[in-house]
């Protein structure tokens, strides 16, 4: 069927920026209660056969990510001095195709726990860092958590994990077959005492809402799934919203500022399309979902005679508290052949050490998971050592069957002065002003990820491994999690949006993706911003029905 | 999860200004243009000839580096850089997708070759001198930007994918023992062979829909 399309001079219920993980839920939900739906995606539309197996292409050369060269971005990790490009890629890195980052993450899908909504109240003040309870609780978000797992499609094991947080109906699908990384992760955690479980994960084990199971292909992170097993808002509701004939995907669609009028109301977007001309779409309201980079550069590229210092920054707020999840882990080599170039990349993870425990003098939880990582990617890279070139590299390349990675992914704290803003010199191809992210870690979330690593090492360990290459904790100059920088909050001095994620200042803005999170979780925020968007767009459907919006 | 940081390891530590500022500048738009010519109709081909590769080293610019290259990864009891055609990636990558790379590099193959002559203090350029002779030049000059840029080079020639100019024949992938294929089923490992299925912890009920 033949997707709707609707006139720019039409005015349309919601105009959605974004189509990724929140996005096509927040398309889905609001057309399905009868509103007309255009969503603004800035990239192209690819079908299943246009992903390719291409590790240079999309691991290196930014084949579907916002490349350096055309959406260029700034950096600095001291607030008082310049931000510079940084050679040849991007700090913030998300997809840029219609499925956003849905389409090419690795689909781990983790809930967050109960503690992760109440460590302000738990955790107290920590010098330098805003760790600040959430507004809603991980109660109010289960039912929607729920929803992602049988609406969208998730694989794995209720009930597997000590550790768990409660909930209210098992998963629509059992784990993927397990492989060798997760044989010996398991094996070298029960040695240890602790809890491996198997993975959860956003691809279908099974023939589930028409699309098939996994191909085992081994290309998930980074890659696009030309199988459709993978959960990409792609591939699940931007086609359910579509056979609604209420919604629209404009692609190529690069929304570059917020249309408001004198009454203080968002009217539409402006933005550019494939050719680069300017068009402006009405709406009645405006949904941003353009992700934790994005959605904050949007409204400060928005700002008015009214509100100058960017859209729905009564606060100060937007753009800041940016978080990634710092983490670190190990790479390990085994006497046999594990073949981690086969299978989906995570088969088994661990939750004992989620929560913080002060006894470990610094704050920080987090996850492990056992997962492999594509040939190209793994060969530019040498343990400590090893030769940088002649036969003994070579013997390297050789081995790379022989190893996998034990990776620990943890928390990353809010800090006020990590941030996204506007880059006052760079514009990108468009002409519209660059991104500029100042970002340095917090003291804890460097401890807590070398503190990891020690972790990954005890466990490969255990597990056997006849060599093991710990990883080095660095600065973060970047990350892929982009989460915090329009944090949901109940006081409009200290937060951009409320619990129904519309803005404190714009009565018909809302916005929903990972810069909602007021944490930063475990390190596999997906689940969470989906969930958060099936929650949002029901309250937004209830504000639309009652005329309050 | 951050992105993964330059110079985490030991490699990504070598690489000097040449390599980290030119390897990764990049042109999305001329990749799409070299590679289109090898995938227009078969999307899924992984080991097709190449088509339609740019050029942009000269025959004696050519020599020097892959002489480079297979010392980086040497042949012998398996074949190296040279077997496996990674001077044809190198060639189309800085002919298109590292075009903007071109004049350093060639000004670093220049810088190469001088240093060579001086060296040897003969007219014999790199690629004809001997094996041992190439080697123990190398470890003299394998710090620099201009080998780091070469040896990056050559690891995406031997593993990207054929339609790139190198990993001739999956020989590439053949060296590091990965199999040319897109659906896999269990076992995949040697030891995901006996795994006897989850077994619960003590206190838990997993459950299933």
Same mark, same amino acid.
């Given at each position: 069927?033949?997707?709707?399309?609707?006139?720019?001079?039409?005015?349309?219920?919601?105009?959605?920026?974004?189509?990724?993980?929140?996005?096509?839920?927040?398309?889905?939900?609001?057309?399905?209660?009868?509103?007309?739906?255009?969503?603004? @995606?800035?990239?192209?539309?690819?079908?299943?056969?246009?992903?390719?197996?291409?590790?240079?292409?999309?691991?290196?050369?930014?084949?579907?990510?916002?490349?350096?060269?055309?959406?260029?971005?700034?950096?600095?990790?001291?607030?008082?001095?310049?931000?510079?490009?940084?050679?040849?890629?991007?700090?913030?890195?998300?997809?840029?195709?219609?499925?956003?980052?849905?389409?090419?993450?690795?689909?781990?899908?983790?809930?967050?726990? @109960?503690?992760?909504?109440?460590?302000?109240?738990? $955790?107290?003040?920590?010098?330098?860092?805003?760790?600040?309870?959430?507004?809603?609780?991980?109660?109010?978000?289960?039912?929607?958590?729920?929803?992602?797992?049988? @609406?969208?499609?998730?694989?794995?094991?209720?009930?597997?994990?000590?550790?768990?947080? $409660?909930?209210?109906?098992?998963?629509?699908?059992?784990?993927?077959?397990?492989?060798?990384?997760?044989?010996?992760?398991?094996?070298?955690?029960?040695?240890?005492?602790?809890?491996?479980?198997?993975?959860?994960?956003?691809?279908?084990?099974?023939?589930?809402?028409?699309?098939?199971?996994?191909?085992?292909?081994?290309?998930?992170?980074?890659?696009?799934?030309?199988?459709?097993?993978?959960?990409?808002?792609?591939?699940?509701?931007?086609?359910?919203?579509?056979?609604?004939?209420?919604?629209?995907?404009?692609?190529?669609?690069?929304?570059?500022?917020?249309?408001?009028?004198?009454?203080?109301?968002?009217?539409?977007?402006?933005?550019?399309?494939?050719?680069?001309?300017?068009?402006?779409?009405?709406?009645?309201?405006?949904?941003?979902?353009?992700?934790?980079?994005?959605?904050?550069?949007?409204?400060?590229?928005?700002?008015?005679?009214?509100?100058?210092?960017?859209?729905?920054?009564?606060?100060?707020?937007?753009?800041?508290?940016?978080?990634?999840?710092?983490?670190?882990?190990?790479?390990?080599?085994?006497?046999?052949?594990?073949?981690?170039?086969?299978?989906?990349?995570?088969?088994?993870?661990?939750?004992?050490?989620?929560? +913080?425990?002060?006894?470990?003098?610094?704050?920080?939880?987090?996850?492990?998971?056992?997962?492999?990582?594509?040939?190209?990617?793994?060969?530019?890279?040498?343990?400590?050592?090893?030769?940088?070139?002649?036969?003994?590299?070579?013997?390297?390349?050789?081995?790379?069957?022989?190893?996998?990675?034990?990776?620990?992914?943890?928390?990353?704290?809010?800090?006020?002065?990590?941030?996204?803003?506007?880059?006052?010199?760079?514009?990108?191809?468009?002409?519209?002003?660059?991104?500029?992210?100042?970002?340095?870690?917090?003291?804890?979330?460097?401890?807590?990820?070398?503190?990891?690593?020690?972790?990954?090492?005890?466990?490969?360990?255990?597990?056997?491994?006849?060599?093991?290459?710990?990883?080095?904790?660095? +600065?973060?100059?970047?990350?892929?999690?982009?989460?915090?920088?329009?944090?949901?909050?109940?006081?409009?001095?200290?937060?951009?949006?409320?619990?129904?994620?519309?803005?404190?200042?714009?009565?018909?803005?809302?916005?929903?993706?990972?810069?909602?999170?007021?944490?930063?979780?475990?390190?596999?925020?997906?689940?969470?911003?989906?969930?958060?968007?099936?929650?949002?767009?029901?309250?937004?459907?209830?504000?639309?029905?009652?005329?309050?919006? | 999860?951050?992105? /993964?940081?330059?110079?985490?390891?030991?490699?990504?530590?070598?690489?000097?200004?040449?390599?980290?500022?030119?390897?990764?500048?990049?042109?999305? /738009?001329?990749?799409?243009? *070299?590679?289109? /010519?090898?995938?227009?109709?078969?999307?899924?081909?992984?080991?097709?000839?190449?088509?339609?590769?740019?050029?942009?080293?000269?025959?004696?610019?050519?020599?020097?580096?892959? *002489?480079?290259?297979?010392?980086?990864?040497?042949?012998?009891?398996?074949?190296?850089?040279?077997? *496996?055609?990674?001077?044809?990636?190198?060639?189309?990558?800085?002919?298109?997708?590292?075009?903007?790379?071109?004049?350093?590099?060639?000004?670093?193959?220049?810088?190469?070759?001088?240093?060579?002559?001086?060296?040897?203090?003969?007219?014999? /350029?790199?690629?004809?001198?001997?094996?041992?002779?190439?080697?123990?030049?190398?470890?003299?000059?394998?710090?620099?930007?201009?080998?780091?840029?070469?040896?990056?080079?050559?690891?995406?020639?031997?593993?990207?994918?054929?339609?790139?100019?190198?990993?001739?024949?999956?020989?590439?992938?053949?060296?590091?023992?990965?199999?040319?294929?897109?659906?896999?089923?269990?076992?995949?490992?040697?030891?995901?062979?006996?795994?006897?299925?989850?077994?619960?912890?003590?206190?838990?009920?997993?459950?299933?829909?």
């Amino acid at each position: 069927m033949a997707s709707k399309t609707y006139k720019t001079s039409e005015t349309v219920d919601f105009v959605v920026v974004g189509s990724g993980a929140s996005g096509g839920i927040m398309a889905r939900q609001l057309s399905r209660a009868g509103h007309s739906v255009v969503v603004m @995606e800035q990239g192209p539309r690819m079908a299943p056969e246009d992903f390719e197996h291409d590790e240079l292409k999309y691991r290196n050369l930014s084949g579907i990510t916002n490349s350096p060269e055309t959406n260029p971005q700034t950096f600095r990790s001291d607030p008082g001095k310049k931000a510079e490009r940084v050679a040849g890629r991007n700090p913030l890195t998300y997809a840029r195709i219609v499925g956003g980052s849905s389409a090419h993450f690795n689909a781990n899908f983790w809930r967050l726990h @109960e503690i992760d909504f109440i460590e302000g109240s738990r $955790w107290g003040g920590i010098e330098g860092a805003s760790l600040v309870d959430w507004p809603i609780t991980y109660a109010e978000l289960e039912p929607y958590y729920t929803m992602v797992e049988w @609406e969208v499609g998730v694989s794995g094991l209720a009930g597997a994990s000590p550790f768990d947080p $409660w909930r209210s109906k098992p998963y629509p699908m059992p784990p993927l077959p397990v492989k060798s990384s997760g044989v010996l992760f398991e094996k070298g955690a029960r040695k240890l005492g602790l809890h491996p479980f198997p993975a959860p994960m956003a691809i279908n084990s099974t023939f589930y809402k028409n699309r098939p199971a996994c191909a085992q292909c081994g290309l998930c992170g980074g890659f696009g799934c030309e199988v459709m097993a993978k959960s990409s808002s792609v591939w699940t509701v931007i086609p359910e919203a579509e056979a609604t004939g209420r919604c629209e995907i404009r692609s190529e669609s690069y929304v570059f500022r917020i249309g408001m009028n004198a009454a203080g109301r968002a009217t539409g977007v402006h933005y550019f399309d494939s050719q680069k001309v300017e068009h402006f779409q009405n709406a009645r309201a405006v949904v941003v979902c353009a992700n934790g980079s994005e959605t904050p550069k949007l409204l400060l590229n928005s700002a008015t005679s009214a509100q100058p210092e960017g859209l729905a920054n009564s606060s100060g707020k937007v753009g800041r508290y940016l978080m990634f999840n710092k983490g670190g882990g190990v790479q390990a080599r085994f006497e046999h052949p594990l073949n981690e170039y086969k299978g989906a990349n995570v088969t088994r993870i661990l939750h004992d050490w989620y929560d +913080a425990d002060p006894k470990r003098g610094f704050y920080g939880g987090g996850g492990f998971d056992a997962r492999s990582g594509g040939p190209l990617t793994w060969g530019q890279a040498v343990p400590e050592g090893t030769p940088l070139w002649g036969q003994g590299f070579k013997d390297y390349l050789a081995s790379y069957t022989y190893w996998m990675t034990c990776s620990g992914h943890g928390t990353s704290l809010a800090q006020e002065t990590n941030r996204v803003d506007i880059d006052p010199e760079l514009k990108d191809a468009w002409g519209v002003p660059a991104i500029r992210v100042t970002y340095k870690d917090h003291p804890d979330d460097v401890k807590h990820a070398k503190w990891l690593v020690q972790r990954g090492i005890e466990i490969m360990d255990a597990a056997g491994a006849v060599q093991i290459d710990p990883g080095e904790v660095g +600065a973060a100059t970047g990350g892929v999690h982009l989460l915090g920088t329009c944090r949901m909050g109940n006081d409009p001095k200290t937060s951009v949006i409320d619990k129904y994620h519309r803005t404190h200042d714009v009565k018909n803005l809302f916005l929903c993706d990972g810069s909602s999170m007021v944490t930063s979780g475990r390190g596999q925020p997906t689940q969470t911003i989906e969930a958060l968007s099936f929650r949002a767009a029901d309250y937004i459907n209830r504000f639309a029905k009652a005329n309050e919006i | 999860m951050e992105q /993964p940081i330059p110079s985490r390891r030991q490699f990504l530590a070598a690489v000097g200004n040449l390599a980290s500022a030119g390897w990764l500048a990049l042109n999305w /738009p001329q990749i799409a243009a *070299a590679a289109e /010519p090898a995938h227009a109709g078969h999307h899924m081909d992984m080991g097709g000839e190449a088509a339609a590769l740019a050029k942009s080293l000269t025959p004696a610019e050519a020599a020097e580096v892959e *002489a480079i290259a297979n010392q980086i990864v040497p042949g012998g009891a398996t074949p190296g850089a040279r077997e *496996a055609g990674v001077i044809v990636f190198i060639d189309n990558a800085l002919g298109s997708f590292f075009a903007g790379q071109a004049p350093a590099f060639r000004k670093g193959v220049a810088e190469f070759s001088a240093g060579w002559a001086a060296h040897s203090g003969s007219s014999t /350029p790199f690629s004809k001198a001997s094996e041992a002779d190439q080697v123990a030049w190398l470890r003299q000059v394998d710090q620099t930007a201009f080998f780091s840029a070469v040896r990056r080079l050559t690891i995406l020639g031997l593993i990207a994918l054929p339609k790139y100019g190198g990993n001739k024949d999956m020989l590439g992938w053949k060296l590091m023992n990965v199999e040319d294929n897109h659906v896999w089923t269990p076992p995949f490992g040697y030891y995901d062979v006996d795994y006897p299925g989850f077994q619960p912890y003590p206190g838990t009920k997993p459950y299933t829909a």
